[in-house]
């Protein structure tokens, strides 16, 4: 079973930057899809952006394409996400997962805590 722990949000001006970190330890992630997605309040979880086992490809939802990077460091267990150009509507706390497509894994269920992001304006 894999445990994910988010890390890296915080209180940001709009325009700010910040980078998330999403470290698993446990069964292994390194085949897997990752993917980030987020729940801002009274909205249900949404896709944000998700990469290959590999890093080669990488998927981004319209809301944050251009603004945001994700990568991922197999050698460390640690999926990156680069946030630039930050947006009020991106306020939410922000959660890693193993995906398909543009969904977490049907399986997974251990989501972590998640990490707070607030944007203000």
């Known amino acids: 079973q894999v445990h994910l722990v988010e890390s890296g949000g915080g209180l940001v001006q709009a325009g700010g930057s910040l980078r998330l970190s999403c470290a698993a330890s446990?069964?292994?992630?390194?085949?897997?899809?990752m993917g980030w997605f987020r729940q801002a309040p009274g909205k249900e979880r949404e896709f944000v952006a998700a990469?290959?086992?590999?890093?080669?490809?990488?998927d981004y939802s319209d809301s944050v394409k251009g603004r945001f990077t994700i990568s991922r460091d197999n050698a460390k267990n640690t999926v990156y996400l680069q946030m630039n150009s930050l947006k009020p509507e991106d306020t939410a706390v922000y959660y890693c997962a193993p995906s398909i497509g543009r969904s977490p894994l049907p399986s997974f269920a251990s989501w972590g805590q998640g990490t707070q992001v607030t944007v203000s304006s």
């Open positions: 990469v290959s086992w590999k890093g080669g490809n990488t």
């Open positions: 446990g069964r292994t992630f390194t085949m897997v899809v």
